[in-house]
């Protein structure tokens, strides 16, 4: 049976196992660029700090979520999130981070971020920026984008998500899971609720 009970780094190793470069996870305006894993970072020694979310102007009491996913673009950022919370008040907390309180959040993605080698199609290599399709050119500085839209996906321990589910309504921008449901990302109902958390969810056709 799945860790009902996951540790930070047992749950960042499981994020990690998810895709760091996609458009299928979550699909792309008119199918074109890709999301970029921004968080948790690679475990490999050196690896450069990834992006954080900052209030408009602010450049401490940032936040670094588990798992970020960006689509990046020239005016703009898309977020995907997704908090692993080891207890109630632990939820709390992190729900209180994106609450719509009528203010905006950025996202700070750091240059050697950008300029990092990613791995694309075939084993290549290609810098972050560039393996994303959706910058025309290098950036020279650390790039603050606003957020357009943010979506986030909360983790309780298995003995708690009963309770909670009884008791309480998500957001309009919440959606939830137990640890154990994290490692089997590539089930059918687990993709499908993750394919609703993308901007092209809203429309149809």
């Known amino acids: 049976m799945a860790n009902g009970q996951l540790s930070d780094a047992q749950a960042k190793a499981i994020l990690r196992t998810w895709p760091t470069r996609t458009k299928k996870l979550w699909h792309t305006p008119g199918?074109?660029?890709?999301?970029?894993?921004?968080?948790p970072k690679p475990p490999a020694p050196g690896a450069t700090a990834g992006p954080t979310l900052n209030s408009p102007g602010a450049d401490l009491f940032n936040t670094q979520p588990d798992?970020?996913?960006?689509?990046?673009?020239?005016?703009?950022?898309?977020?995907?999130?997704?908090?692993?919370?080891?207890?109630?008040?632990?939820?709390?907390?992190?729900?209180?981070?994106?609450?719509?309180?009528?203010?905006g959040l950025v996202v700070r993605c750091p240059l050697p971020w950008l300029l990092e080698n990613v791995t694309v199609q075939r084993g290549g290599q290609k810098p972050r920026w560039q393996a994303s399709v959706t910058l025309a050119t290098a950036p020279t500085a650390d790039m603050m984008l606003p957020v357009r839209h943010l979506r986030v996906l909360i983790a309780i321990p298995n003995a708690s998500f009963k309770s909670w589910r009884e008791n309480n309504t998500p957001g309009p921008h919440e959606y939830y899971t137990q640890h154990s449901s994290l490692n089997s990302y590539t089930g059918p109902k687990f993709q499908q609720l993750l394919r609703g958390m993308s901007p092209a969810s809203h429309w149809y056709p």
């Open 31 to 39: 199918g074109v660029g890709y999301w970029m894993q921004a968080q």
């Open 67 to 103: 798992g970020l996913w960006i689509y990046m673009k020239e005016g703009y950022a898309d977020v995907i999130i997704i908090e692993v919370c080891g207890n109630i008040q632990n939820v709390n907390d992190k729900r209180s981070r994106y609450a719509p309180f009528g203010h």
